[in-house]
Nanobody
Framework: QVQLVESGGGLVQPGGSLRLSCAAS????????IGWFRQAPGKEREGVSC????????VYAESVMGRFTISRDNAKNTVYLQMDNLTHADEAVYYC??????????????????WGEGTHDTVSW
């Protein structure tokens, strides 16, 4: 069974950090670009970051640039999203998703074929 599973979400204070993981089972992520998206209540799903497969190119939304870092460990079949200096605006359900090879249309959810169930981040005192 092909599956993506996010983990690492939770409650954190403003200014704190979380590290999200996206683990795949049933197939290898080596030849996929992986995107992270988030969706806050009442808002549309938005692209946060993406990492390419063979080129390893990374892209970020302007709102998270300099605070979030995406990385991948193909040996563990896992992609990570390190989130630092979190604010209330970062509170959302975070999803990972796969698309073929590169992050060319990374900001469009429709460009991604397989999705995880999401992990929720709460930023609060």
């Amino acid at each position: 069974q092909v599956q993506l599973v996010e983990s690492g979400g939770g409650l954190v204070q403003p200014g704190g950090s979380l590290r999200l993981s996206c683990a795949a089972s049933g197939y290898t992520l080596d030849y996929y670009a992986i995107g992270w998206f988030r969706q806050a209540p009442g808002k549309e799903r938005e692209g946060v970051s993406c990492i390419g497969s063979t080129d390893g190119r990374t892209v970020y939304a302007e709102s998270v640039m300099g605070r979030f870092t995406i990385s991948r460990d193909n040996a563990k079949n896992t992609v990570y999203l390190q989130m630092d200096n979190l604010t209330h605006a970062d509170e959302a359900v975070y999803y990972c998703a796969t698309t073929a090879l590169y992050c060319g249309s990374w900001h469009r959810p429709t460009a991604f074929a397989s999705w995880g169930e999401g992990t929720h981040d709460t930023v609060s005192w």
